[in-house]
C-alpha cells in the first residue's frame, strides 16, 4: 500500500468483507496514517461502523449496504459518500441523492468481486450526454489496456484493484495509469 500511495493514487479505498471490525479498524488506522502525509484520499467501503471510529475522507455504499442520506446525516456534508450503479436509471436515481461522485460499473469482467452487476462503458457514455452532473468513476476489470477507453467514454476517474495490487510492479503500475490518466486530464 506504501509504495502505491508513494507513486501517486490519488485515492486508497479499503475493502475488507471478511475480517472482523477490530482487524478492519487496524487495517483502517494503518492505511490512514499512511495517506494523511501524502495527501491521498482515503476510502472505506461499506463498513459504516468501522468509518464511524476511523474517520476516514469518505465512504463507498453498495446496493445492499446503508442508505445514503442516514449517512450523511452520520458523518456530515464535508465526508466523501459514493455509490455503485450499474445501469443508467440507477446512476439516474443515485443522482437524486446527497453523493459526491457514483461508480460505474463492473464495466469488464473482473477477479476482485465476484457478485458484479454487468455494465459497460455505453452507461457512462450516455450519463456524459445527458449533462450527469456528479464525477464518474469507472469501475471493475479496467487496467493499462482498458484505462483510455474508459475515460474515453467520458469517465472522471478510475478505480482499479487488481490491475496494481497483482502486478509484478504496483508502483510502476500506478505511475504507467496515471500517465494514461493526465493524457485525459484527469
Do not use: W
Not at 26 to 52: G, H, M, Y
Not at 97 to 120: H, R
Amino acid at each position: 500500500t506504501k509504495d502505491i500511495i508513494e507513486a501517486g493514487a490519488d485515492t486508497i479505498q479499503l475493502r475488507n468483507k471478511i475480517s472482523n471490525d477490530k482487524e478492519v479498524i487496524d487495517q483502517a488506522n494503518l492505511i490512514k496514517k499512511l495517506c494523511k502525509p501524502n495527501n491521498t484520499t482515503f476510502i472505506i467501503n461499506d463498513r459504516v461502523e468501522v468509518a464511524a471510529q476511523v474517520k476516514p475522507d469518505g465512504i463507498h455504499l453498495g446496493r445492499d449496504d446503508m442508505n445514503v442520506n442516514e449517512c450523511r446525516d452520520i458523518f456530515g456534508i464535508n465526508f466523501i459518500i459514493g455509490n455503485s450503479n450499474a445501469t443508467t436509471e440507477e446512476a439516474l436515481i443515485s443522482s437524486m441523492l446527497n453523493l459526491d461522485y457514483v461508480a460505474i460499473g463492473s464495466l469488464f469482467e473482473t477477479i476482485t468481486k465476484k457478485d458484479t452487476i454487468p455494465s459497460s462503458i455505453n452507461v457512462i457514455k450516455d450519463l456524459k450526454a445527458s449533462e450527469f452532473k456528479l464525477p464518474i468513476v469507472g469501475i471493475g476489470g479496467i487496467n493499462k489496456e482498458r484505462a483510455s477507453s474508459v475515460l474515453e467514454s467520458g469517465a472522471d476517474s478510475l478505480c482499479i484493484s487488481s490491475a496494481v495490487t497483482l502486478a509484478k510492479n504496483p508502483k510502476k503500475e500506478v505511475l504507467d495509469l496515471k500517465k494514461i490518466m493526465k493524457k485525459y486530464g484527469k
